[in-house]
């Protein structure tokens, strides 16, 4: 039909990224059913509960509505996606008081897993768990980010630049902790990729299928809550300006 464009460039990763960041929420939406599961599996790790996984994916998209007009490159969109949700999600775990303590958070972890016999052999892995529990939250996200979105420890170095000690030494230090039993002699490399599968068996959780549209409105909604915020923010600080010099405006009309 004359005027219209092939299917493909319609749903093309390009595409989807140019019409939702000029306000699709279809193609949004799109995006949402594409990398929703994956960004879920992300904040699982970091918080150790799925309903408080799903709470940081939902958050994390009113963050992507409103920068995704910034990404330009297709294949940085999973990864991008799933750095918001790994602040939301290191956010939510510090604000549920789970900043790395001796023992796992019981509320949707592996306990109640295993109680709903949703755990493979690979899965029931109670060292894990526990090892997962004893490291703060933003540690949580190196190695979610790290072995579940894949990013390079040179793009971690990137993304915490002011870390100390640097990420390189953290992620050495972390590979310890949760890398467990391994056999004698492997090196560092075959330790790393113990913790890889360790962490994918743990991050197989089921993961409810999103109503996408409703969650592409709600980000759209959520980000016209955050322009109000900020004008009330900034309101709020003017006004409290002129309170605060009320009393110097009052002694100067006086002396005059």
């Known amino acids: ?26 193609a949004f939406a799109r995006i949402v059913r594409l990398h929703n599961e994956d960004m879920t599996r992300v904040a699982f ?28 490159t297709p294949g940085g969109l999973g990864p991008w996606l799933c750095s918001l949700v790994a602040t939301e999600a290191v956010m939510v ?12 958070a019981e509320p949707g972890g592996l306990a109640d897993r295993e109680a709903d016999g949703g755990l493979s052999d690979r899965e029931a892995d109670g060292g894990l768990d526990r090892a997962l529990a004893r490291i703060d939250p933003g540690d949580r996200a190196l190695l979610a980010l790290r072995h579940l979105a894949g990013f390079s420890i040179a793009e971690l170095t990137r993304m915490n630049r002011r870390s100390r000690p640097p990420v390189a030494v953290r992620f050495e230090r972390l590979t310890a902790v949760v890398g467990g039993p391994h056999p004698p002699g492997s ?12 962490l994918l068996a743990y991050a197989r959780v089921t993961v409810r299928p999103v109503d996408a549209d409703a969650a592409a409105r709600q980000a759209r909604a959520g980000e016209a809550f955050d322009r109000t ?11 409290g300006a002129l309170v605060a010099g009320l009393p110097y405006l009052v002694q100067l009309f006086h002396r005059r």
Do not use: F, K, Y
């Open 45 to 72: 790790v970091i918080t150790g509960d799925l309903d408080s996984a799903v709470g940081a994916t939902r958050a994390a998209w009113s963050a992507a509505w409103h920068g995704l007009g910034s990404r330009r």
């Open 93 to 104: 775990a510090m604000c549920n008081g789970t900043p790395g303590t001796a023992e796992p």
């Open 229 to 239: 915020r900020v004008v009330s923010v900034a309101v709020s600080v003017v006004v």
């Open 187 to 198: 090196d560092a490399a075959m330790i790393e990729r113990l913790v890889e599968q360790r």
């Open 1 to 26: 039909m004359t005027g219209s464009r092939p299917e493909a460039a319609q749903t093309s990763p390009e595409e989807l990224i140019r019409r939702a960041a000029q306000g699709d929420l279809a």
